[in-house]
């Protein structure tokens, strides 16, 4: 996805959450890592505006999605 084509997001994303490069393969498409994802961009607003270009998306879309996830820990 488009994490795996920002090498300074995936670098960046890998060393916040401490997992590896194998663990997040394993863990693509997974609730847990797309919450992870989610909270990652919303705390880096360069990185949030570049996921948000490519997907044609908008940041309050994001923060929806991450609410609706998870509500109870946002």
Do not use: V, Y
């Amino acid at each position: 996805g488009w994490l795996a084509g920002q090498p300074e997001a995936l670098d960046k994303f890998l060393a916040g959450s401490g997992i590896s490069g194998a663990e997040l393969r394993d863990a693509a498409g997974s609730p847990d890592l797309t919450i992870a994802l989610f909270d990652f961009l919303l705390a880096n607003e360069p990185f949030l505006l570049a996921f948000c270009e490519a997907s044609e998306s908008d940041a309050p879309a994001i923060h929806r999605a991450r609410q609706a996830l998870q509500p109870e820990n946002f």
